[in-house]
């Protein structure tokens, strides 16, 4: 796809005026085309629900959210697919109806939808799904971690203050896209590898072609297949209904009945076992006996999240994984076992003390690699200034439709004072640290939108580490206000390099951005309204995390660098000093050997990949790298299957299975949030 047609050869290059009128003329069908829909807002919103919930499920055990551009595109082309095959006649035939016919001629105008609806549809999903980024898999998990009064108490409490907070730092990064948008997509035109693609598929969807059939079908299909999956590994978790006391209620008997793992055992998937057998291969002596795979966590677990996961990750970032998990659980977790410097061979003890490791080893080759490209930094800032010097032209047809610098300033400053306010409300964060967040956080989403548009990176990582080292040194100890201070820049660098990926894509189609804007805040609001009680259903309380189930392996990143600002290295163990040395130092060699050999890159391990896997479960690297193995081997043997197939199968087994976990997860905790709410 290219980025607009060609203009005609001129003898000088064209001015940003020319670019934006030229696509204006040739490319431009938001006032042609229906777009900007009731239906596709709503149905938007409704996917962003359940994305999101996906998305807190994978976050706690990964680290990291389910890429939503391209699922989203694909989820909402099946959305409308379905609905337009089943009740979309039904619909149209009401508006026939006295009385109700306005309403529905509202809600379905037609039974066609166009490729723009599509896209808002996409862009309000995709801002609802990714939702978690404001802080329910980092920050929060951290203090919840760290200090765990500084959390409320009661699950009505939380949500009533932590709602708004996610809202306000999600919509802080909508608004600062504003200014970064003409200049980098229209004028610059950077690629935004992730928008671009969300284009191509929506084009290829909507084609009309057998194509995207099959990718539809292929995606519902594997849907199935993760919920099945995961049914059949984790529905034992429901056997409380069995004793529980509203086990009588005739409400229960209907899904009772459909607990039938119990009734054929041999359907039951397990959890984890070892790669090799339960325990029959010993890994090394280990005090009075031997200690085996599975015990460190070396194992497969009965899933494929992970390997769906893998297969659409690089084979790099993938074998990476897998040496640090060799590295860490296979050789250095047996050693300090038998030291005794690891109390116990679980994952809870052993990523307490290989974080040390990983986290350095992830900080400082994100911050050299960000300090390395501070070509990009300086470009970053000539946009805003070409941003604020601007003057509106009542004949430029651009202002018309693109977002208002009016916008801009009334969003920057409503919801900077919503975090200076609720950060000093909840967090007890003085006013003048949150100002000095929210300021910051302006100039640090100016830089991560630009490596967002050119390397497709939104660096969330270093750039929340820049604040966290900040207010380490401003407010030294004081772990809220180090944290929630980095909530601030890490929800809102998110949150605008998504919104500048879907107006990337609005840009190919010929969207009108004034109402793709207003799609995505759409979506944050119904995101917002779901991420905070599913994240506190499923983790009631800081004892959950950190463990097989929920390792929560961004939160222990958040927490280890807390931690250490808090406490000082002198207060940590000698070997997790030497391990805070050696990571660190493996974190800088790393980048600077890529760069030195830039014709080798596929030979040097991932600073990101090794971190990782010190902070989360080995079965997981093992997973991931089976899926990216796969997918290897497909795209140099079925290349044809690997580009149709690859990223909607592994899409639909990662929502499929991530959704039923969060469902069997909600319903187990259902009797005690009754509990809880009980009057």
Known sequence: MSETPEPAKTAHPMTPDEIER????????????????????????????????????????????MGVAITSCVLAYVTFQTLQSTIGPLLVRMHKVPVIGGFFRWIWPDN????????????????????????????????????????????????????PWVAVISGLGVFLAIPTKRQMINIEQLPFPSGKAAATTLTALHSGGPEAALQARALGLSGLLGLAVTWLRDAGDLAFMKTAEIASAPTWAPIRGLFWPEKAPWLKLPRIES???TSWIPLVPYKDGVLHLNQVTMSLEGSLLFVASGAIMSFRQAWSLMLGAVINYVVLAPIFLNAGVIESPTFRKISSWSLW?????????????????????????????????????????????????????????????????????????????????????????????????????TPVGPLSKITQLTFGAIAPGNIPTNLMTANITAGATSHAGDLLTDLKSGYLLGANPRRQFLAQFFGVMAGSLVVVPVYFILIPDASALGGEKWPAPAALVWRGVAELLSKGVGALPITARWGLLIGSIAGILLPLLEMRFPN????????????????????????????ACLALFLSKYAKDWHERYTVPVSSGIIAGESLMGVVIALVTALPNLLAVLKP
């Open 22 to 65: 030229h696509w204006f003329e040739n490319v431009y069908q938001g006032d042609k085309m229906k777009q900007f829909t009731a239906r596709a807002v709503i149905m938007g919103m409704l996917l962003g629900m359940v994305m999101v919930c996906s998305n807190v499920y994978v976050g706690l055990k990964a680290g990291w959210s």
């Open 112 to 163: 066609h939808y166009s490729i723009l609806e599509n896209n808002c549809m996409q862009s309000t999903a995709s801002a609802g799904g990714s939702m978690t980024s404001a802080g329910l898999v980092n920050a929060i998990p951290a203090l919840m971690m760290l200090s765990a009064t500084a959390i409320p108490a009661s699950f009505g409490d939380r949500c009533m203050a932590l709602i």
């Open 275 to 277: 790669v090799w057998g």
């Open 357 to 457: 490791i990983g986290v350095p080893m992830m900080v400082t080759s994100g911050l050299l690699l960000f300090a390395l490209n501070w070509k990009s930094v300086i470009r970053a800032f000539s946009t805003i200034a070409q941003f604020m010097g601007r003057k509106a032209n009542a004949d430029d047809p651009m202002d018309k439709i693109e977002v208002p610098g009016s916008w801009f300033v009334a969003g920057y400053v409503g919801c900077g004072a919503g975090a200076v306010l609720l950060g000093h409300h909840l967090f007890h964060i003085q006013y003048w640290m949150g100002i000095i967040a929210v300021l910051a956080t302006f100039l640090l989403v100016v830089v991560s939108t630009r490596a967002t548009g050119e390397t497709d990176i």
């Open 600 to 627: 080798q890159k596929k030979f040097i391990p991932s600073a990101t990949g090794m971190g990782l896997a010190f902070t989360i479960n080995g079965f997981n690297s093992i997973s991931m790298f089976i899926g």
